[in-house]
């Protein structure tokens, strides 16, 4: 309930910035990219409950529809022409403000996972991590050099699981704009 509460706060408190900097973005993509702006993926949430989330288009309509795993090395020839700057800049997740408000994502918490990895989703089952929120960033996003494996990824996920709290989604979300400075320092 606080957690809700926080990211809901969150979110309205960063709102007008954040609807400035996505209508920024809108208007580029649609001018230069074209339509669709968006792009929904069915992802797996609380529960096991599956809901739309929202991103910004960053690839080109006739890219292949596969699981992330299995497109890293082809997603370069898919980038649409802001695609591969709003990937590298985190901006296309943006959008998923909207996920938190309508209270389907957290700004902490697991990624959700995409429909199709029935794996990852069973072993979240087991592990009881489908009983969290997913969320725009979390430990496994920081700490993304360490994640090799889906038992990685798990750990993770895992961890935050048993070790939840105000400080911890505080402390990820400081090491997520961090690790964004980091990666804009190594261009």
Same mark, same amino acid.
């Given at each position: ?8 706060? #969150?979110?309205? @408190? ?11 973005? @809108? #208007? %580029?993509?649609?001018? #230069?990219?074209?339509?669709? $702006?968006?792009? $929904? ?9 599956? @809901?739309?989330?929202?991103? *910004? ?8 529809? $596969? =699981? /992330?795993?299995? *497109? ?14 709003? +990937? ?11 996920? $938190?408000?309508?209270?389907?994502? =957290? ?24 009983? %969290? ?12 050099? +360490? #994640?090799?494996?889906? +038992?990685?990824?798990? =750990? ?7 070790? +939840? /709290? ?5 402390? %990820? ?15």
């Amino acid at each position: 309930m606080i957690k809700s509460f926080f990211d809901f706060t #969150v979110v309205l @408190f960063f709102l007008p910035l954040l609807l400035s900097i996505m209508l920024i973005i @809108f #208007v %580029i993509i649609l001018l #230069v990219d074209g339509l669709p $702006v968006f792009y $929904v993926s069915k992802r797996i949430g609380l529960n096991g409950i599956k @809901f739309n989330m929202i991103k *910004f288009r960053t690839l080109k309509n006739n890219a292949p529809i $596969v =699981s /992330s795993e299995n *497109f890293l090395k082809l997603k370069k020839n898919y980038y649409t022409k802001t695609g591969k700057f709003l +990937k590298s800049n985190k901006l296309d997740e943006l959008p998923q403000i909207i996920n $938190v408000l309508k209270t389907e994502m =957290s700004l902490v918490g697991p990624r959700p996972a995409l429909y199709k990895q029935r794996k990852l989703i069973e072993l979240r089952k087991r592990k009881k991590i489908d009983l %969290i929120k997913p969320g725009i960033t979390g430990l496994a996003q920081i700490n993304n050099y +360490k #994640v090799k494996t889906l +038992k990685d990824k798990l =750990s993770f996920d895992y961890y935050y699981l048993k070790n +939840k /709290s105000f400080f911890l989604d505080i402390q %990820i979300i400081l090491l997520t704009f961090k690790s964004i400075l980091r990666l804009q320092n190594e261009k």
